[in-house]
């Protein structure tokens, strides 16, 4: 009954009342999970920490921070309002620094965006480079994103500007295509099928590397492979590609890489790229954002850049994309 009389008074609360500083407090003290640190990160004293977090637990009828031995810890409900508290204070960030117009010369934004290790190598110094000379006092964080912030794209795009993946996982998102890429299959350099071919008796045979495997997590080709009644044998799962190469040189694993990709490794890596024995498609890759961004002129000015690093660095104008002719493209 509790519960539910706290849920109905928040939920009927006017904004009106709330203290925007409590969201400030609220943030600081789950990601510090110290009264003491949080302070400290705040610039405030303790004792004006600690009464707002004695008023965030009448608030919420919760203790949100509860002592175990020398340690604080997150109750079940802190460990909810964490992200939501971090989304929430970044959301109100955006609001009042929003301008009219962007200034890339004077901007001291922080862009941040989920990729793989692949788009890190693709596109991660160029784009890098360009925000440097345009932009030179804003700062990049290139975080690298799993199945999980997939799952919740939606969520963690309001606090990431930008994420990098492939058409096909994600619905009800802005979209831009960037550039095309091909599926290859590798194999170590001594293994016997660089001579003979590669053949799909081979892909159900042999040991795999595989990259994001699992339900709902996997690569297109990974899919289209399972699709057409090809089921690998996966011995070892990694969740990014970088590392791939060096679980299947010198060893009879085969694994799917972008030839993008390969293209970029030493030619003493160990490994062969080999032709698909099946239709893998192509891949596109795409870069999304939530739809709230759209007129937002900083992330249009994000979104440009990110469109002429890929021309930079792929060298293919993106007007070759077949669907990427506009920069409002829904999936």
């Not at 095309?180 to 081979?202: F, K």
């Amino acid at each position: 009954m509790t519960r539910i009389r706290r849920i109905y008074r928040v939920r009927s609360m006017n904004l009106a009342s709330l203290d925007l500083n409590l969201l400030v407090s609220l943030d600081a003290l789950l990601q510090q999970r110290s009264v003491t640190r949080a302070a400290e990160q705040m610039g405030l004293s303790q004792p004006a920490l600690s009464a707002s977090l004695a008023r965030l637990r009448r608030h919420f009828d919760d203790e949100l921070l509860t002592r175990v031995g020398n340690e604080y810890r997150l109750t079940p409900l802190a460990v909810q309002l964490r992200e939501l508290a971090r989304i929430a204070l970044s959301g109100v960030e955006r609001v009042f620094t929003a301008q009219p117009e962007f200034d890339p010369a004077s901007s001291t934004r922080e862009f941040t965006l989920l990729v793989s290790d692949y788009v890190v190598a693709v596109l991660g110094d160029t784009v890098a480079g360009l925000l440097a000379e345009e932009a030179p006092n804003t700062r990049l964080r290139l975080s690298t994103h799993s199945p999980a912030v997939v799952d919740r794209a939606e969520q963690a795009l309001l606090s990431a500007d930008l994420l990098f993946l492939p058409p096909g996982f994600l619905t009800d998102l802005s979209r831009r295509d960037l550039y095309r890429d091909e599926w290859v299959c590798v194999v170590a350099a001594e293994n016997p099928v660089v001579t003979t071919g590669l053949t799909v008796e081979d892909l159900e045979t042999l040991p795999w590397v595989a990259t994001y495997h699992g339900p709902t997590a996997s690569t297109p080709a990974a899919r289209q492979m399972r699709m057409l009644g090809i089921e690998p044998r996966v011995q070892v799962v990694v969740e990014n590609f970088m590392t791939v190469p060096t679980l299947v040189a010198g060893s009879d694993r085969i694994a799917l890489l972008q030839r993008r990709l390969v293209d970029l490794m030493p030619l003493n890596s160990g490994i062969r790229a080999l032709p698909c024995p099946f239709d893998a498609g192509p891949l596109i890759e795409a870069m999304w954002w939530h739809p709230v961004f759209d007129d937002d002129p900083e992330h249009t000015y994000l979104r440009d850049l990110v469109v002429r690093a890929a021309q930079l660095a792929v060298g293919v104008p993106t007007t070759d994309i077949d669907s990427a002719d506009t920069d409002q493209q829904k999936k």
